[in-house]
């Protein structure tokens, strides 16, 4: 069930997400080669613990996961692209780091994620996060009351297309609030004019994942990690938003 949500909950939603992109941002400051997972993920628990916010990846467990997770953020390394768990790992000069959070502030939730490249950059990695970037873009561009899902999820296909990536829809975006998890899903690839009708107070996270070489999927044994199916590297971008009578908001901003 859809669930509309009124502009002061709106706001709380937002308290969250700004601090999501500060956390963000103070993650990706320290992000350099030599740097463990491990410290990222002490870090980000230093940061949720001194704001009094609550993770909601801590003992989450869905159908997809093996046992609970029990780390508060996703870092994911190179053709890793979803759910990475953090783990003994010291970032190398020209790492492609995808790092994914939520969490809840007074009861509401926000989640948002970015890549970025460690070091020394490749062409072809900063044409992948950039098709992410612009993917989300669009798709949040379409999320106007009036509008339906499939514009949405059209908007970020379409991106994936004109730069040449192929899109898995097993993982896409969702609704959220209270919970992490909401109805509704919002697939990478869709039809425009199709879907639910968009609604002031609709509150989604939209996150178009691609992988250079392939829309297949593989488990680590961890059972948590999903890496391309080919080793091809991976970029991953999202954003909190709502649905409004104007514009849609993006509650998980970069401040500036």
Partial sequence: MVELKTPREIESMRVTGSFIAG????????????VNLLD???????????RGAQS???DYAPSFGRGPFRNVICLSVN???????????????????SMDIAVSIGGWVADSARSVIVGTPRAEDRRLIEATET????????????????DVSAAIGAVADEYGYPVNTEFGGHGLGRTMHEDPHVSNRGRAGRGMA?????TLALEPWFARGTDGIVYDPDGWTIRSADGSRTAHSEHTIAVTEGEPLVLTARAG
Avoid: F, K, M
Wanted: with cysteine.
């Fill in 23 to 34: 956390l963000l941002d103070d993650l990706q400051s320290h992000v350099e080669a030599g």
């Fill in 40 to 50: 990222l993920e002490r870090r980000a628990r230093t940061l949720i613990t001194e």
């Fill in 56 to 58: 909601c990846y801590w």
């Fill in 79 to 97: 053709d890793a692209v979803l759910h990475g768990l953090p783990h003994d790992y010291a970032l190398r000069d020209g790492d492609l780091l």
């Fill in 135 to 150: 993917a989300l873009a669009a798709g949040i561009a379409a999320a106007q009351a009036g509008n339906r899902l499939g």
């Fill in 198 to 202: 968009l609604r002031p107070g609709l």
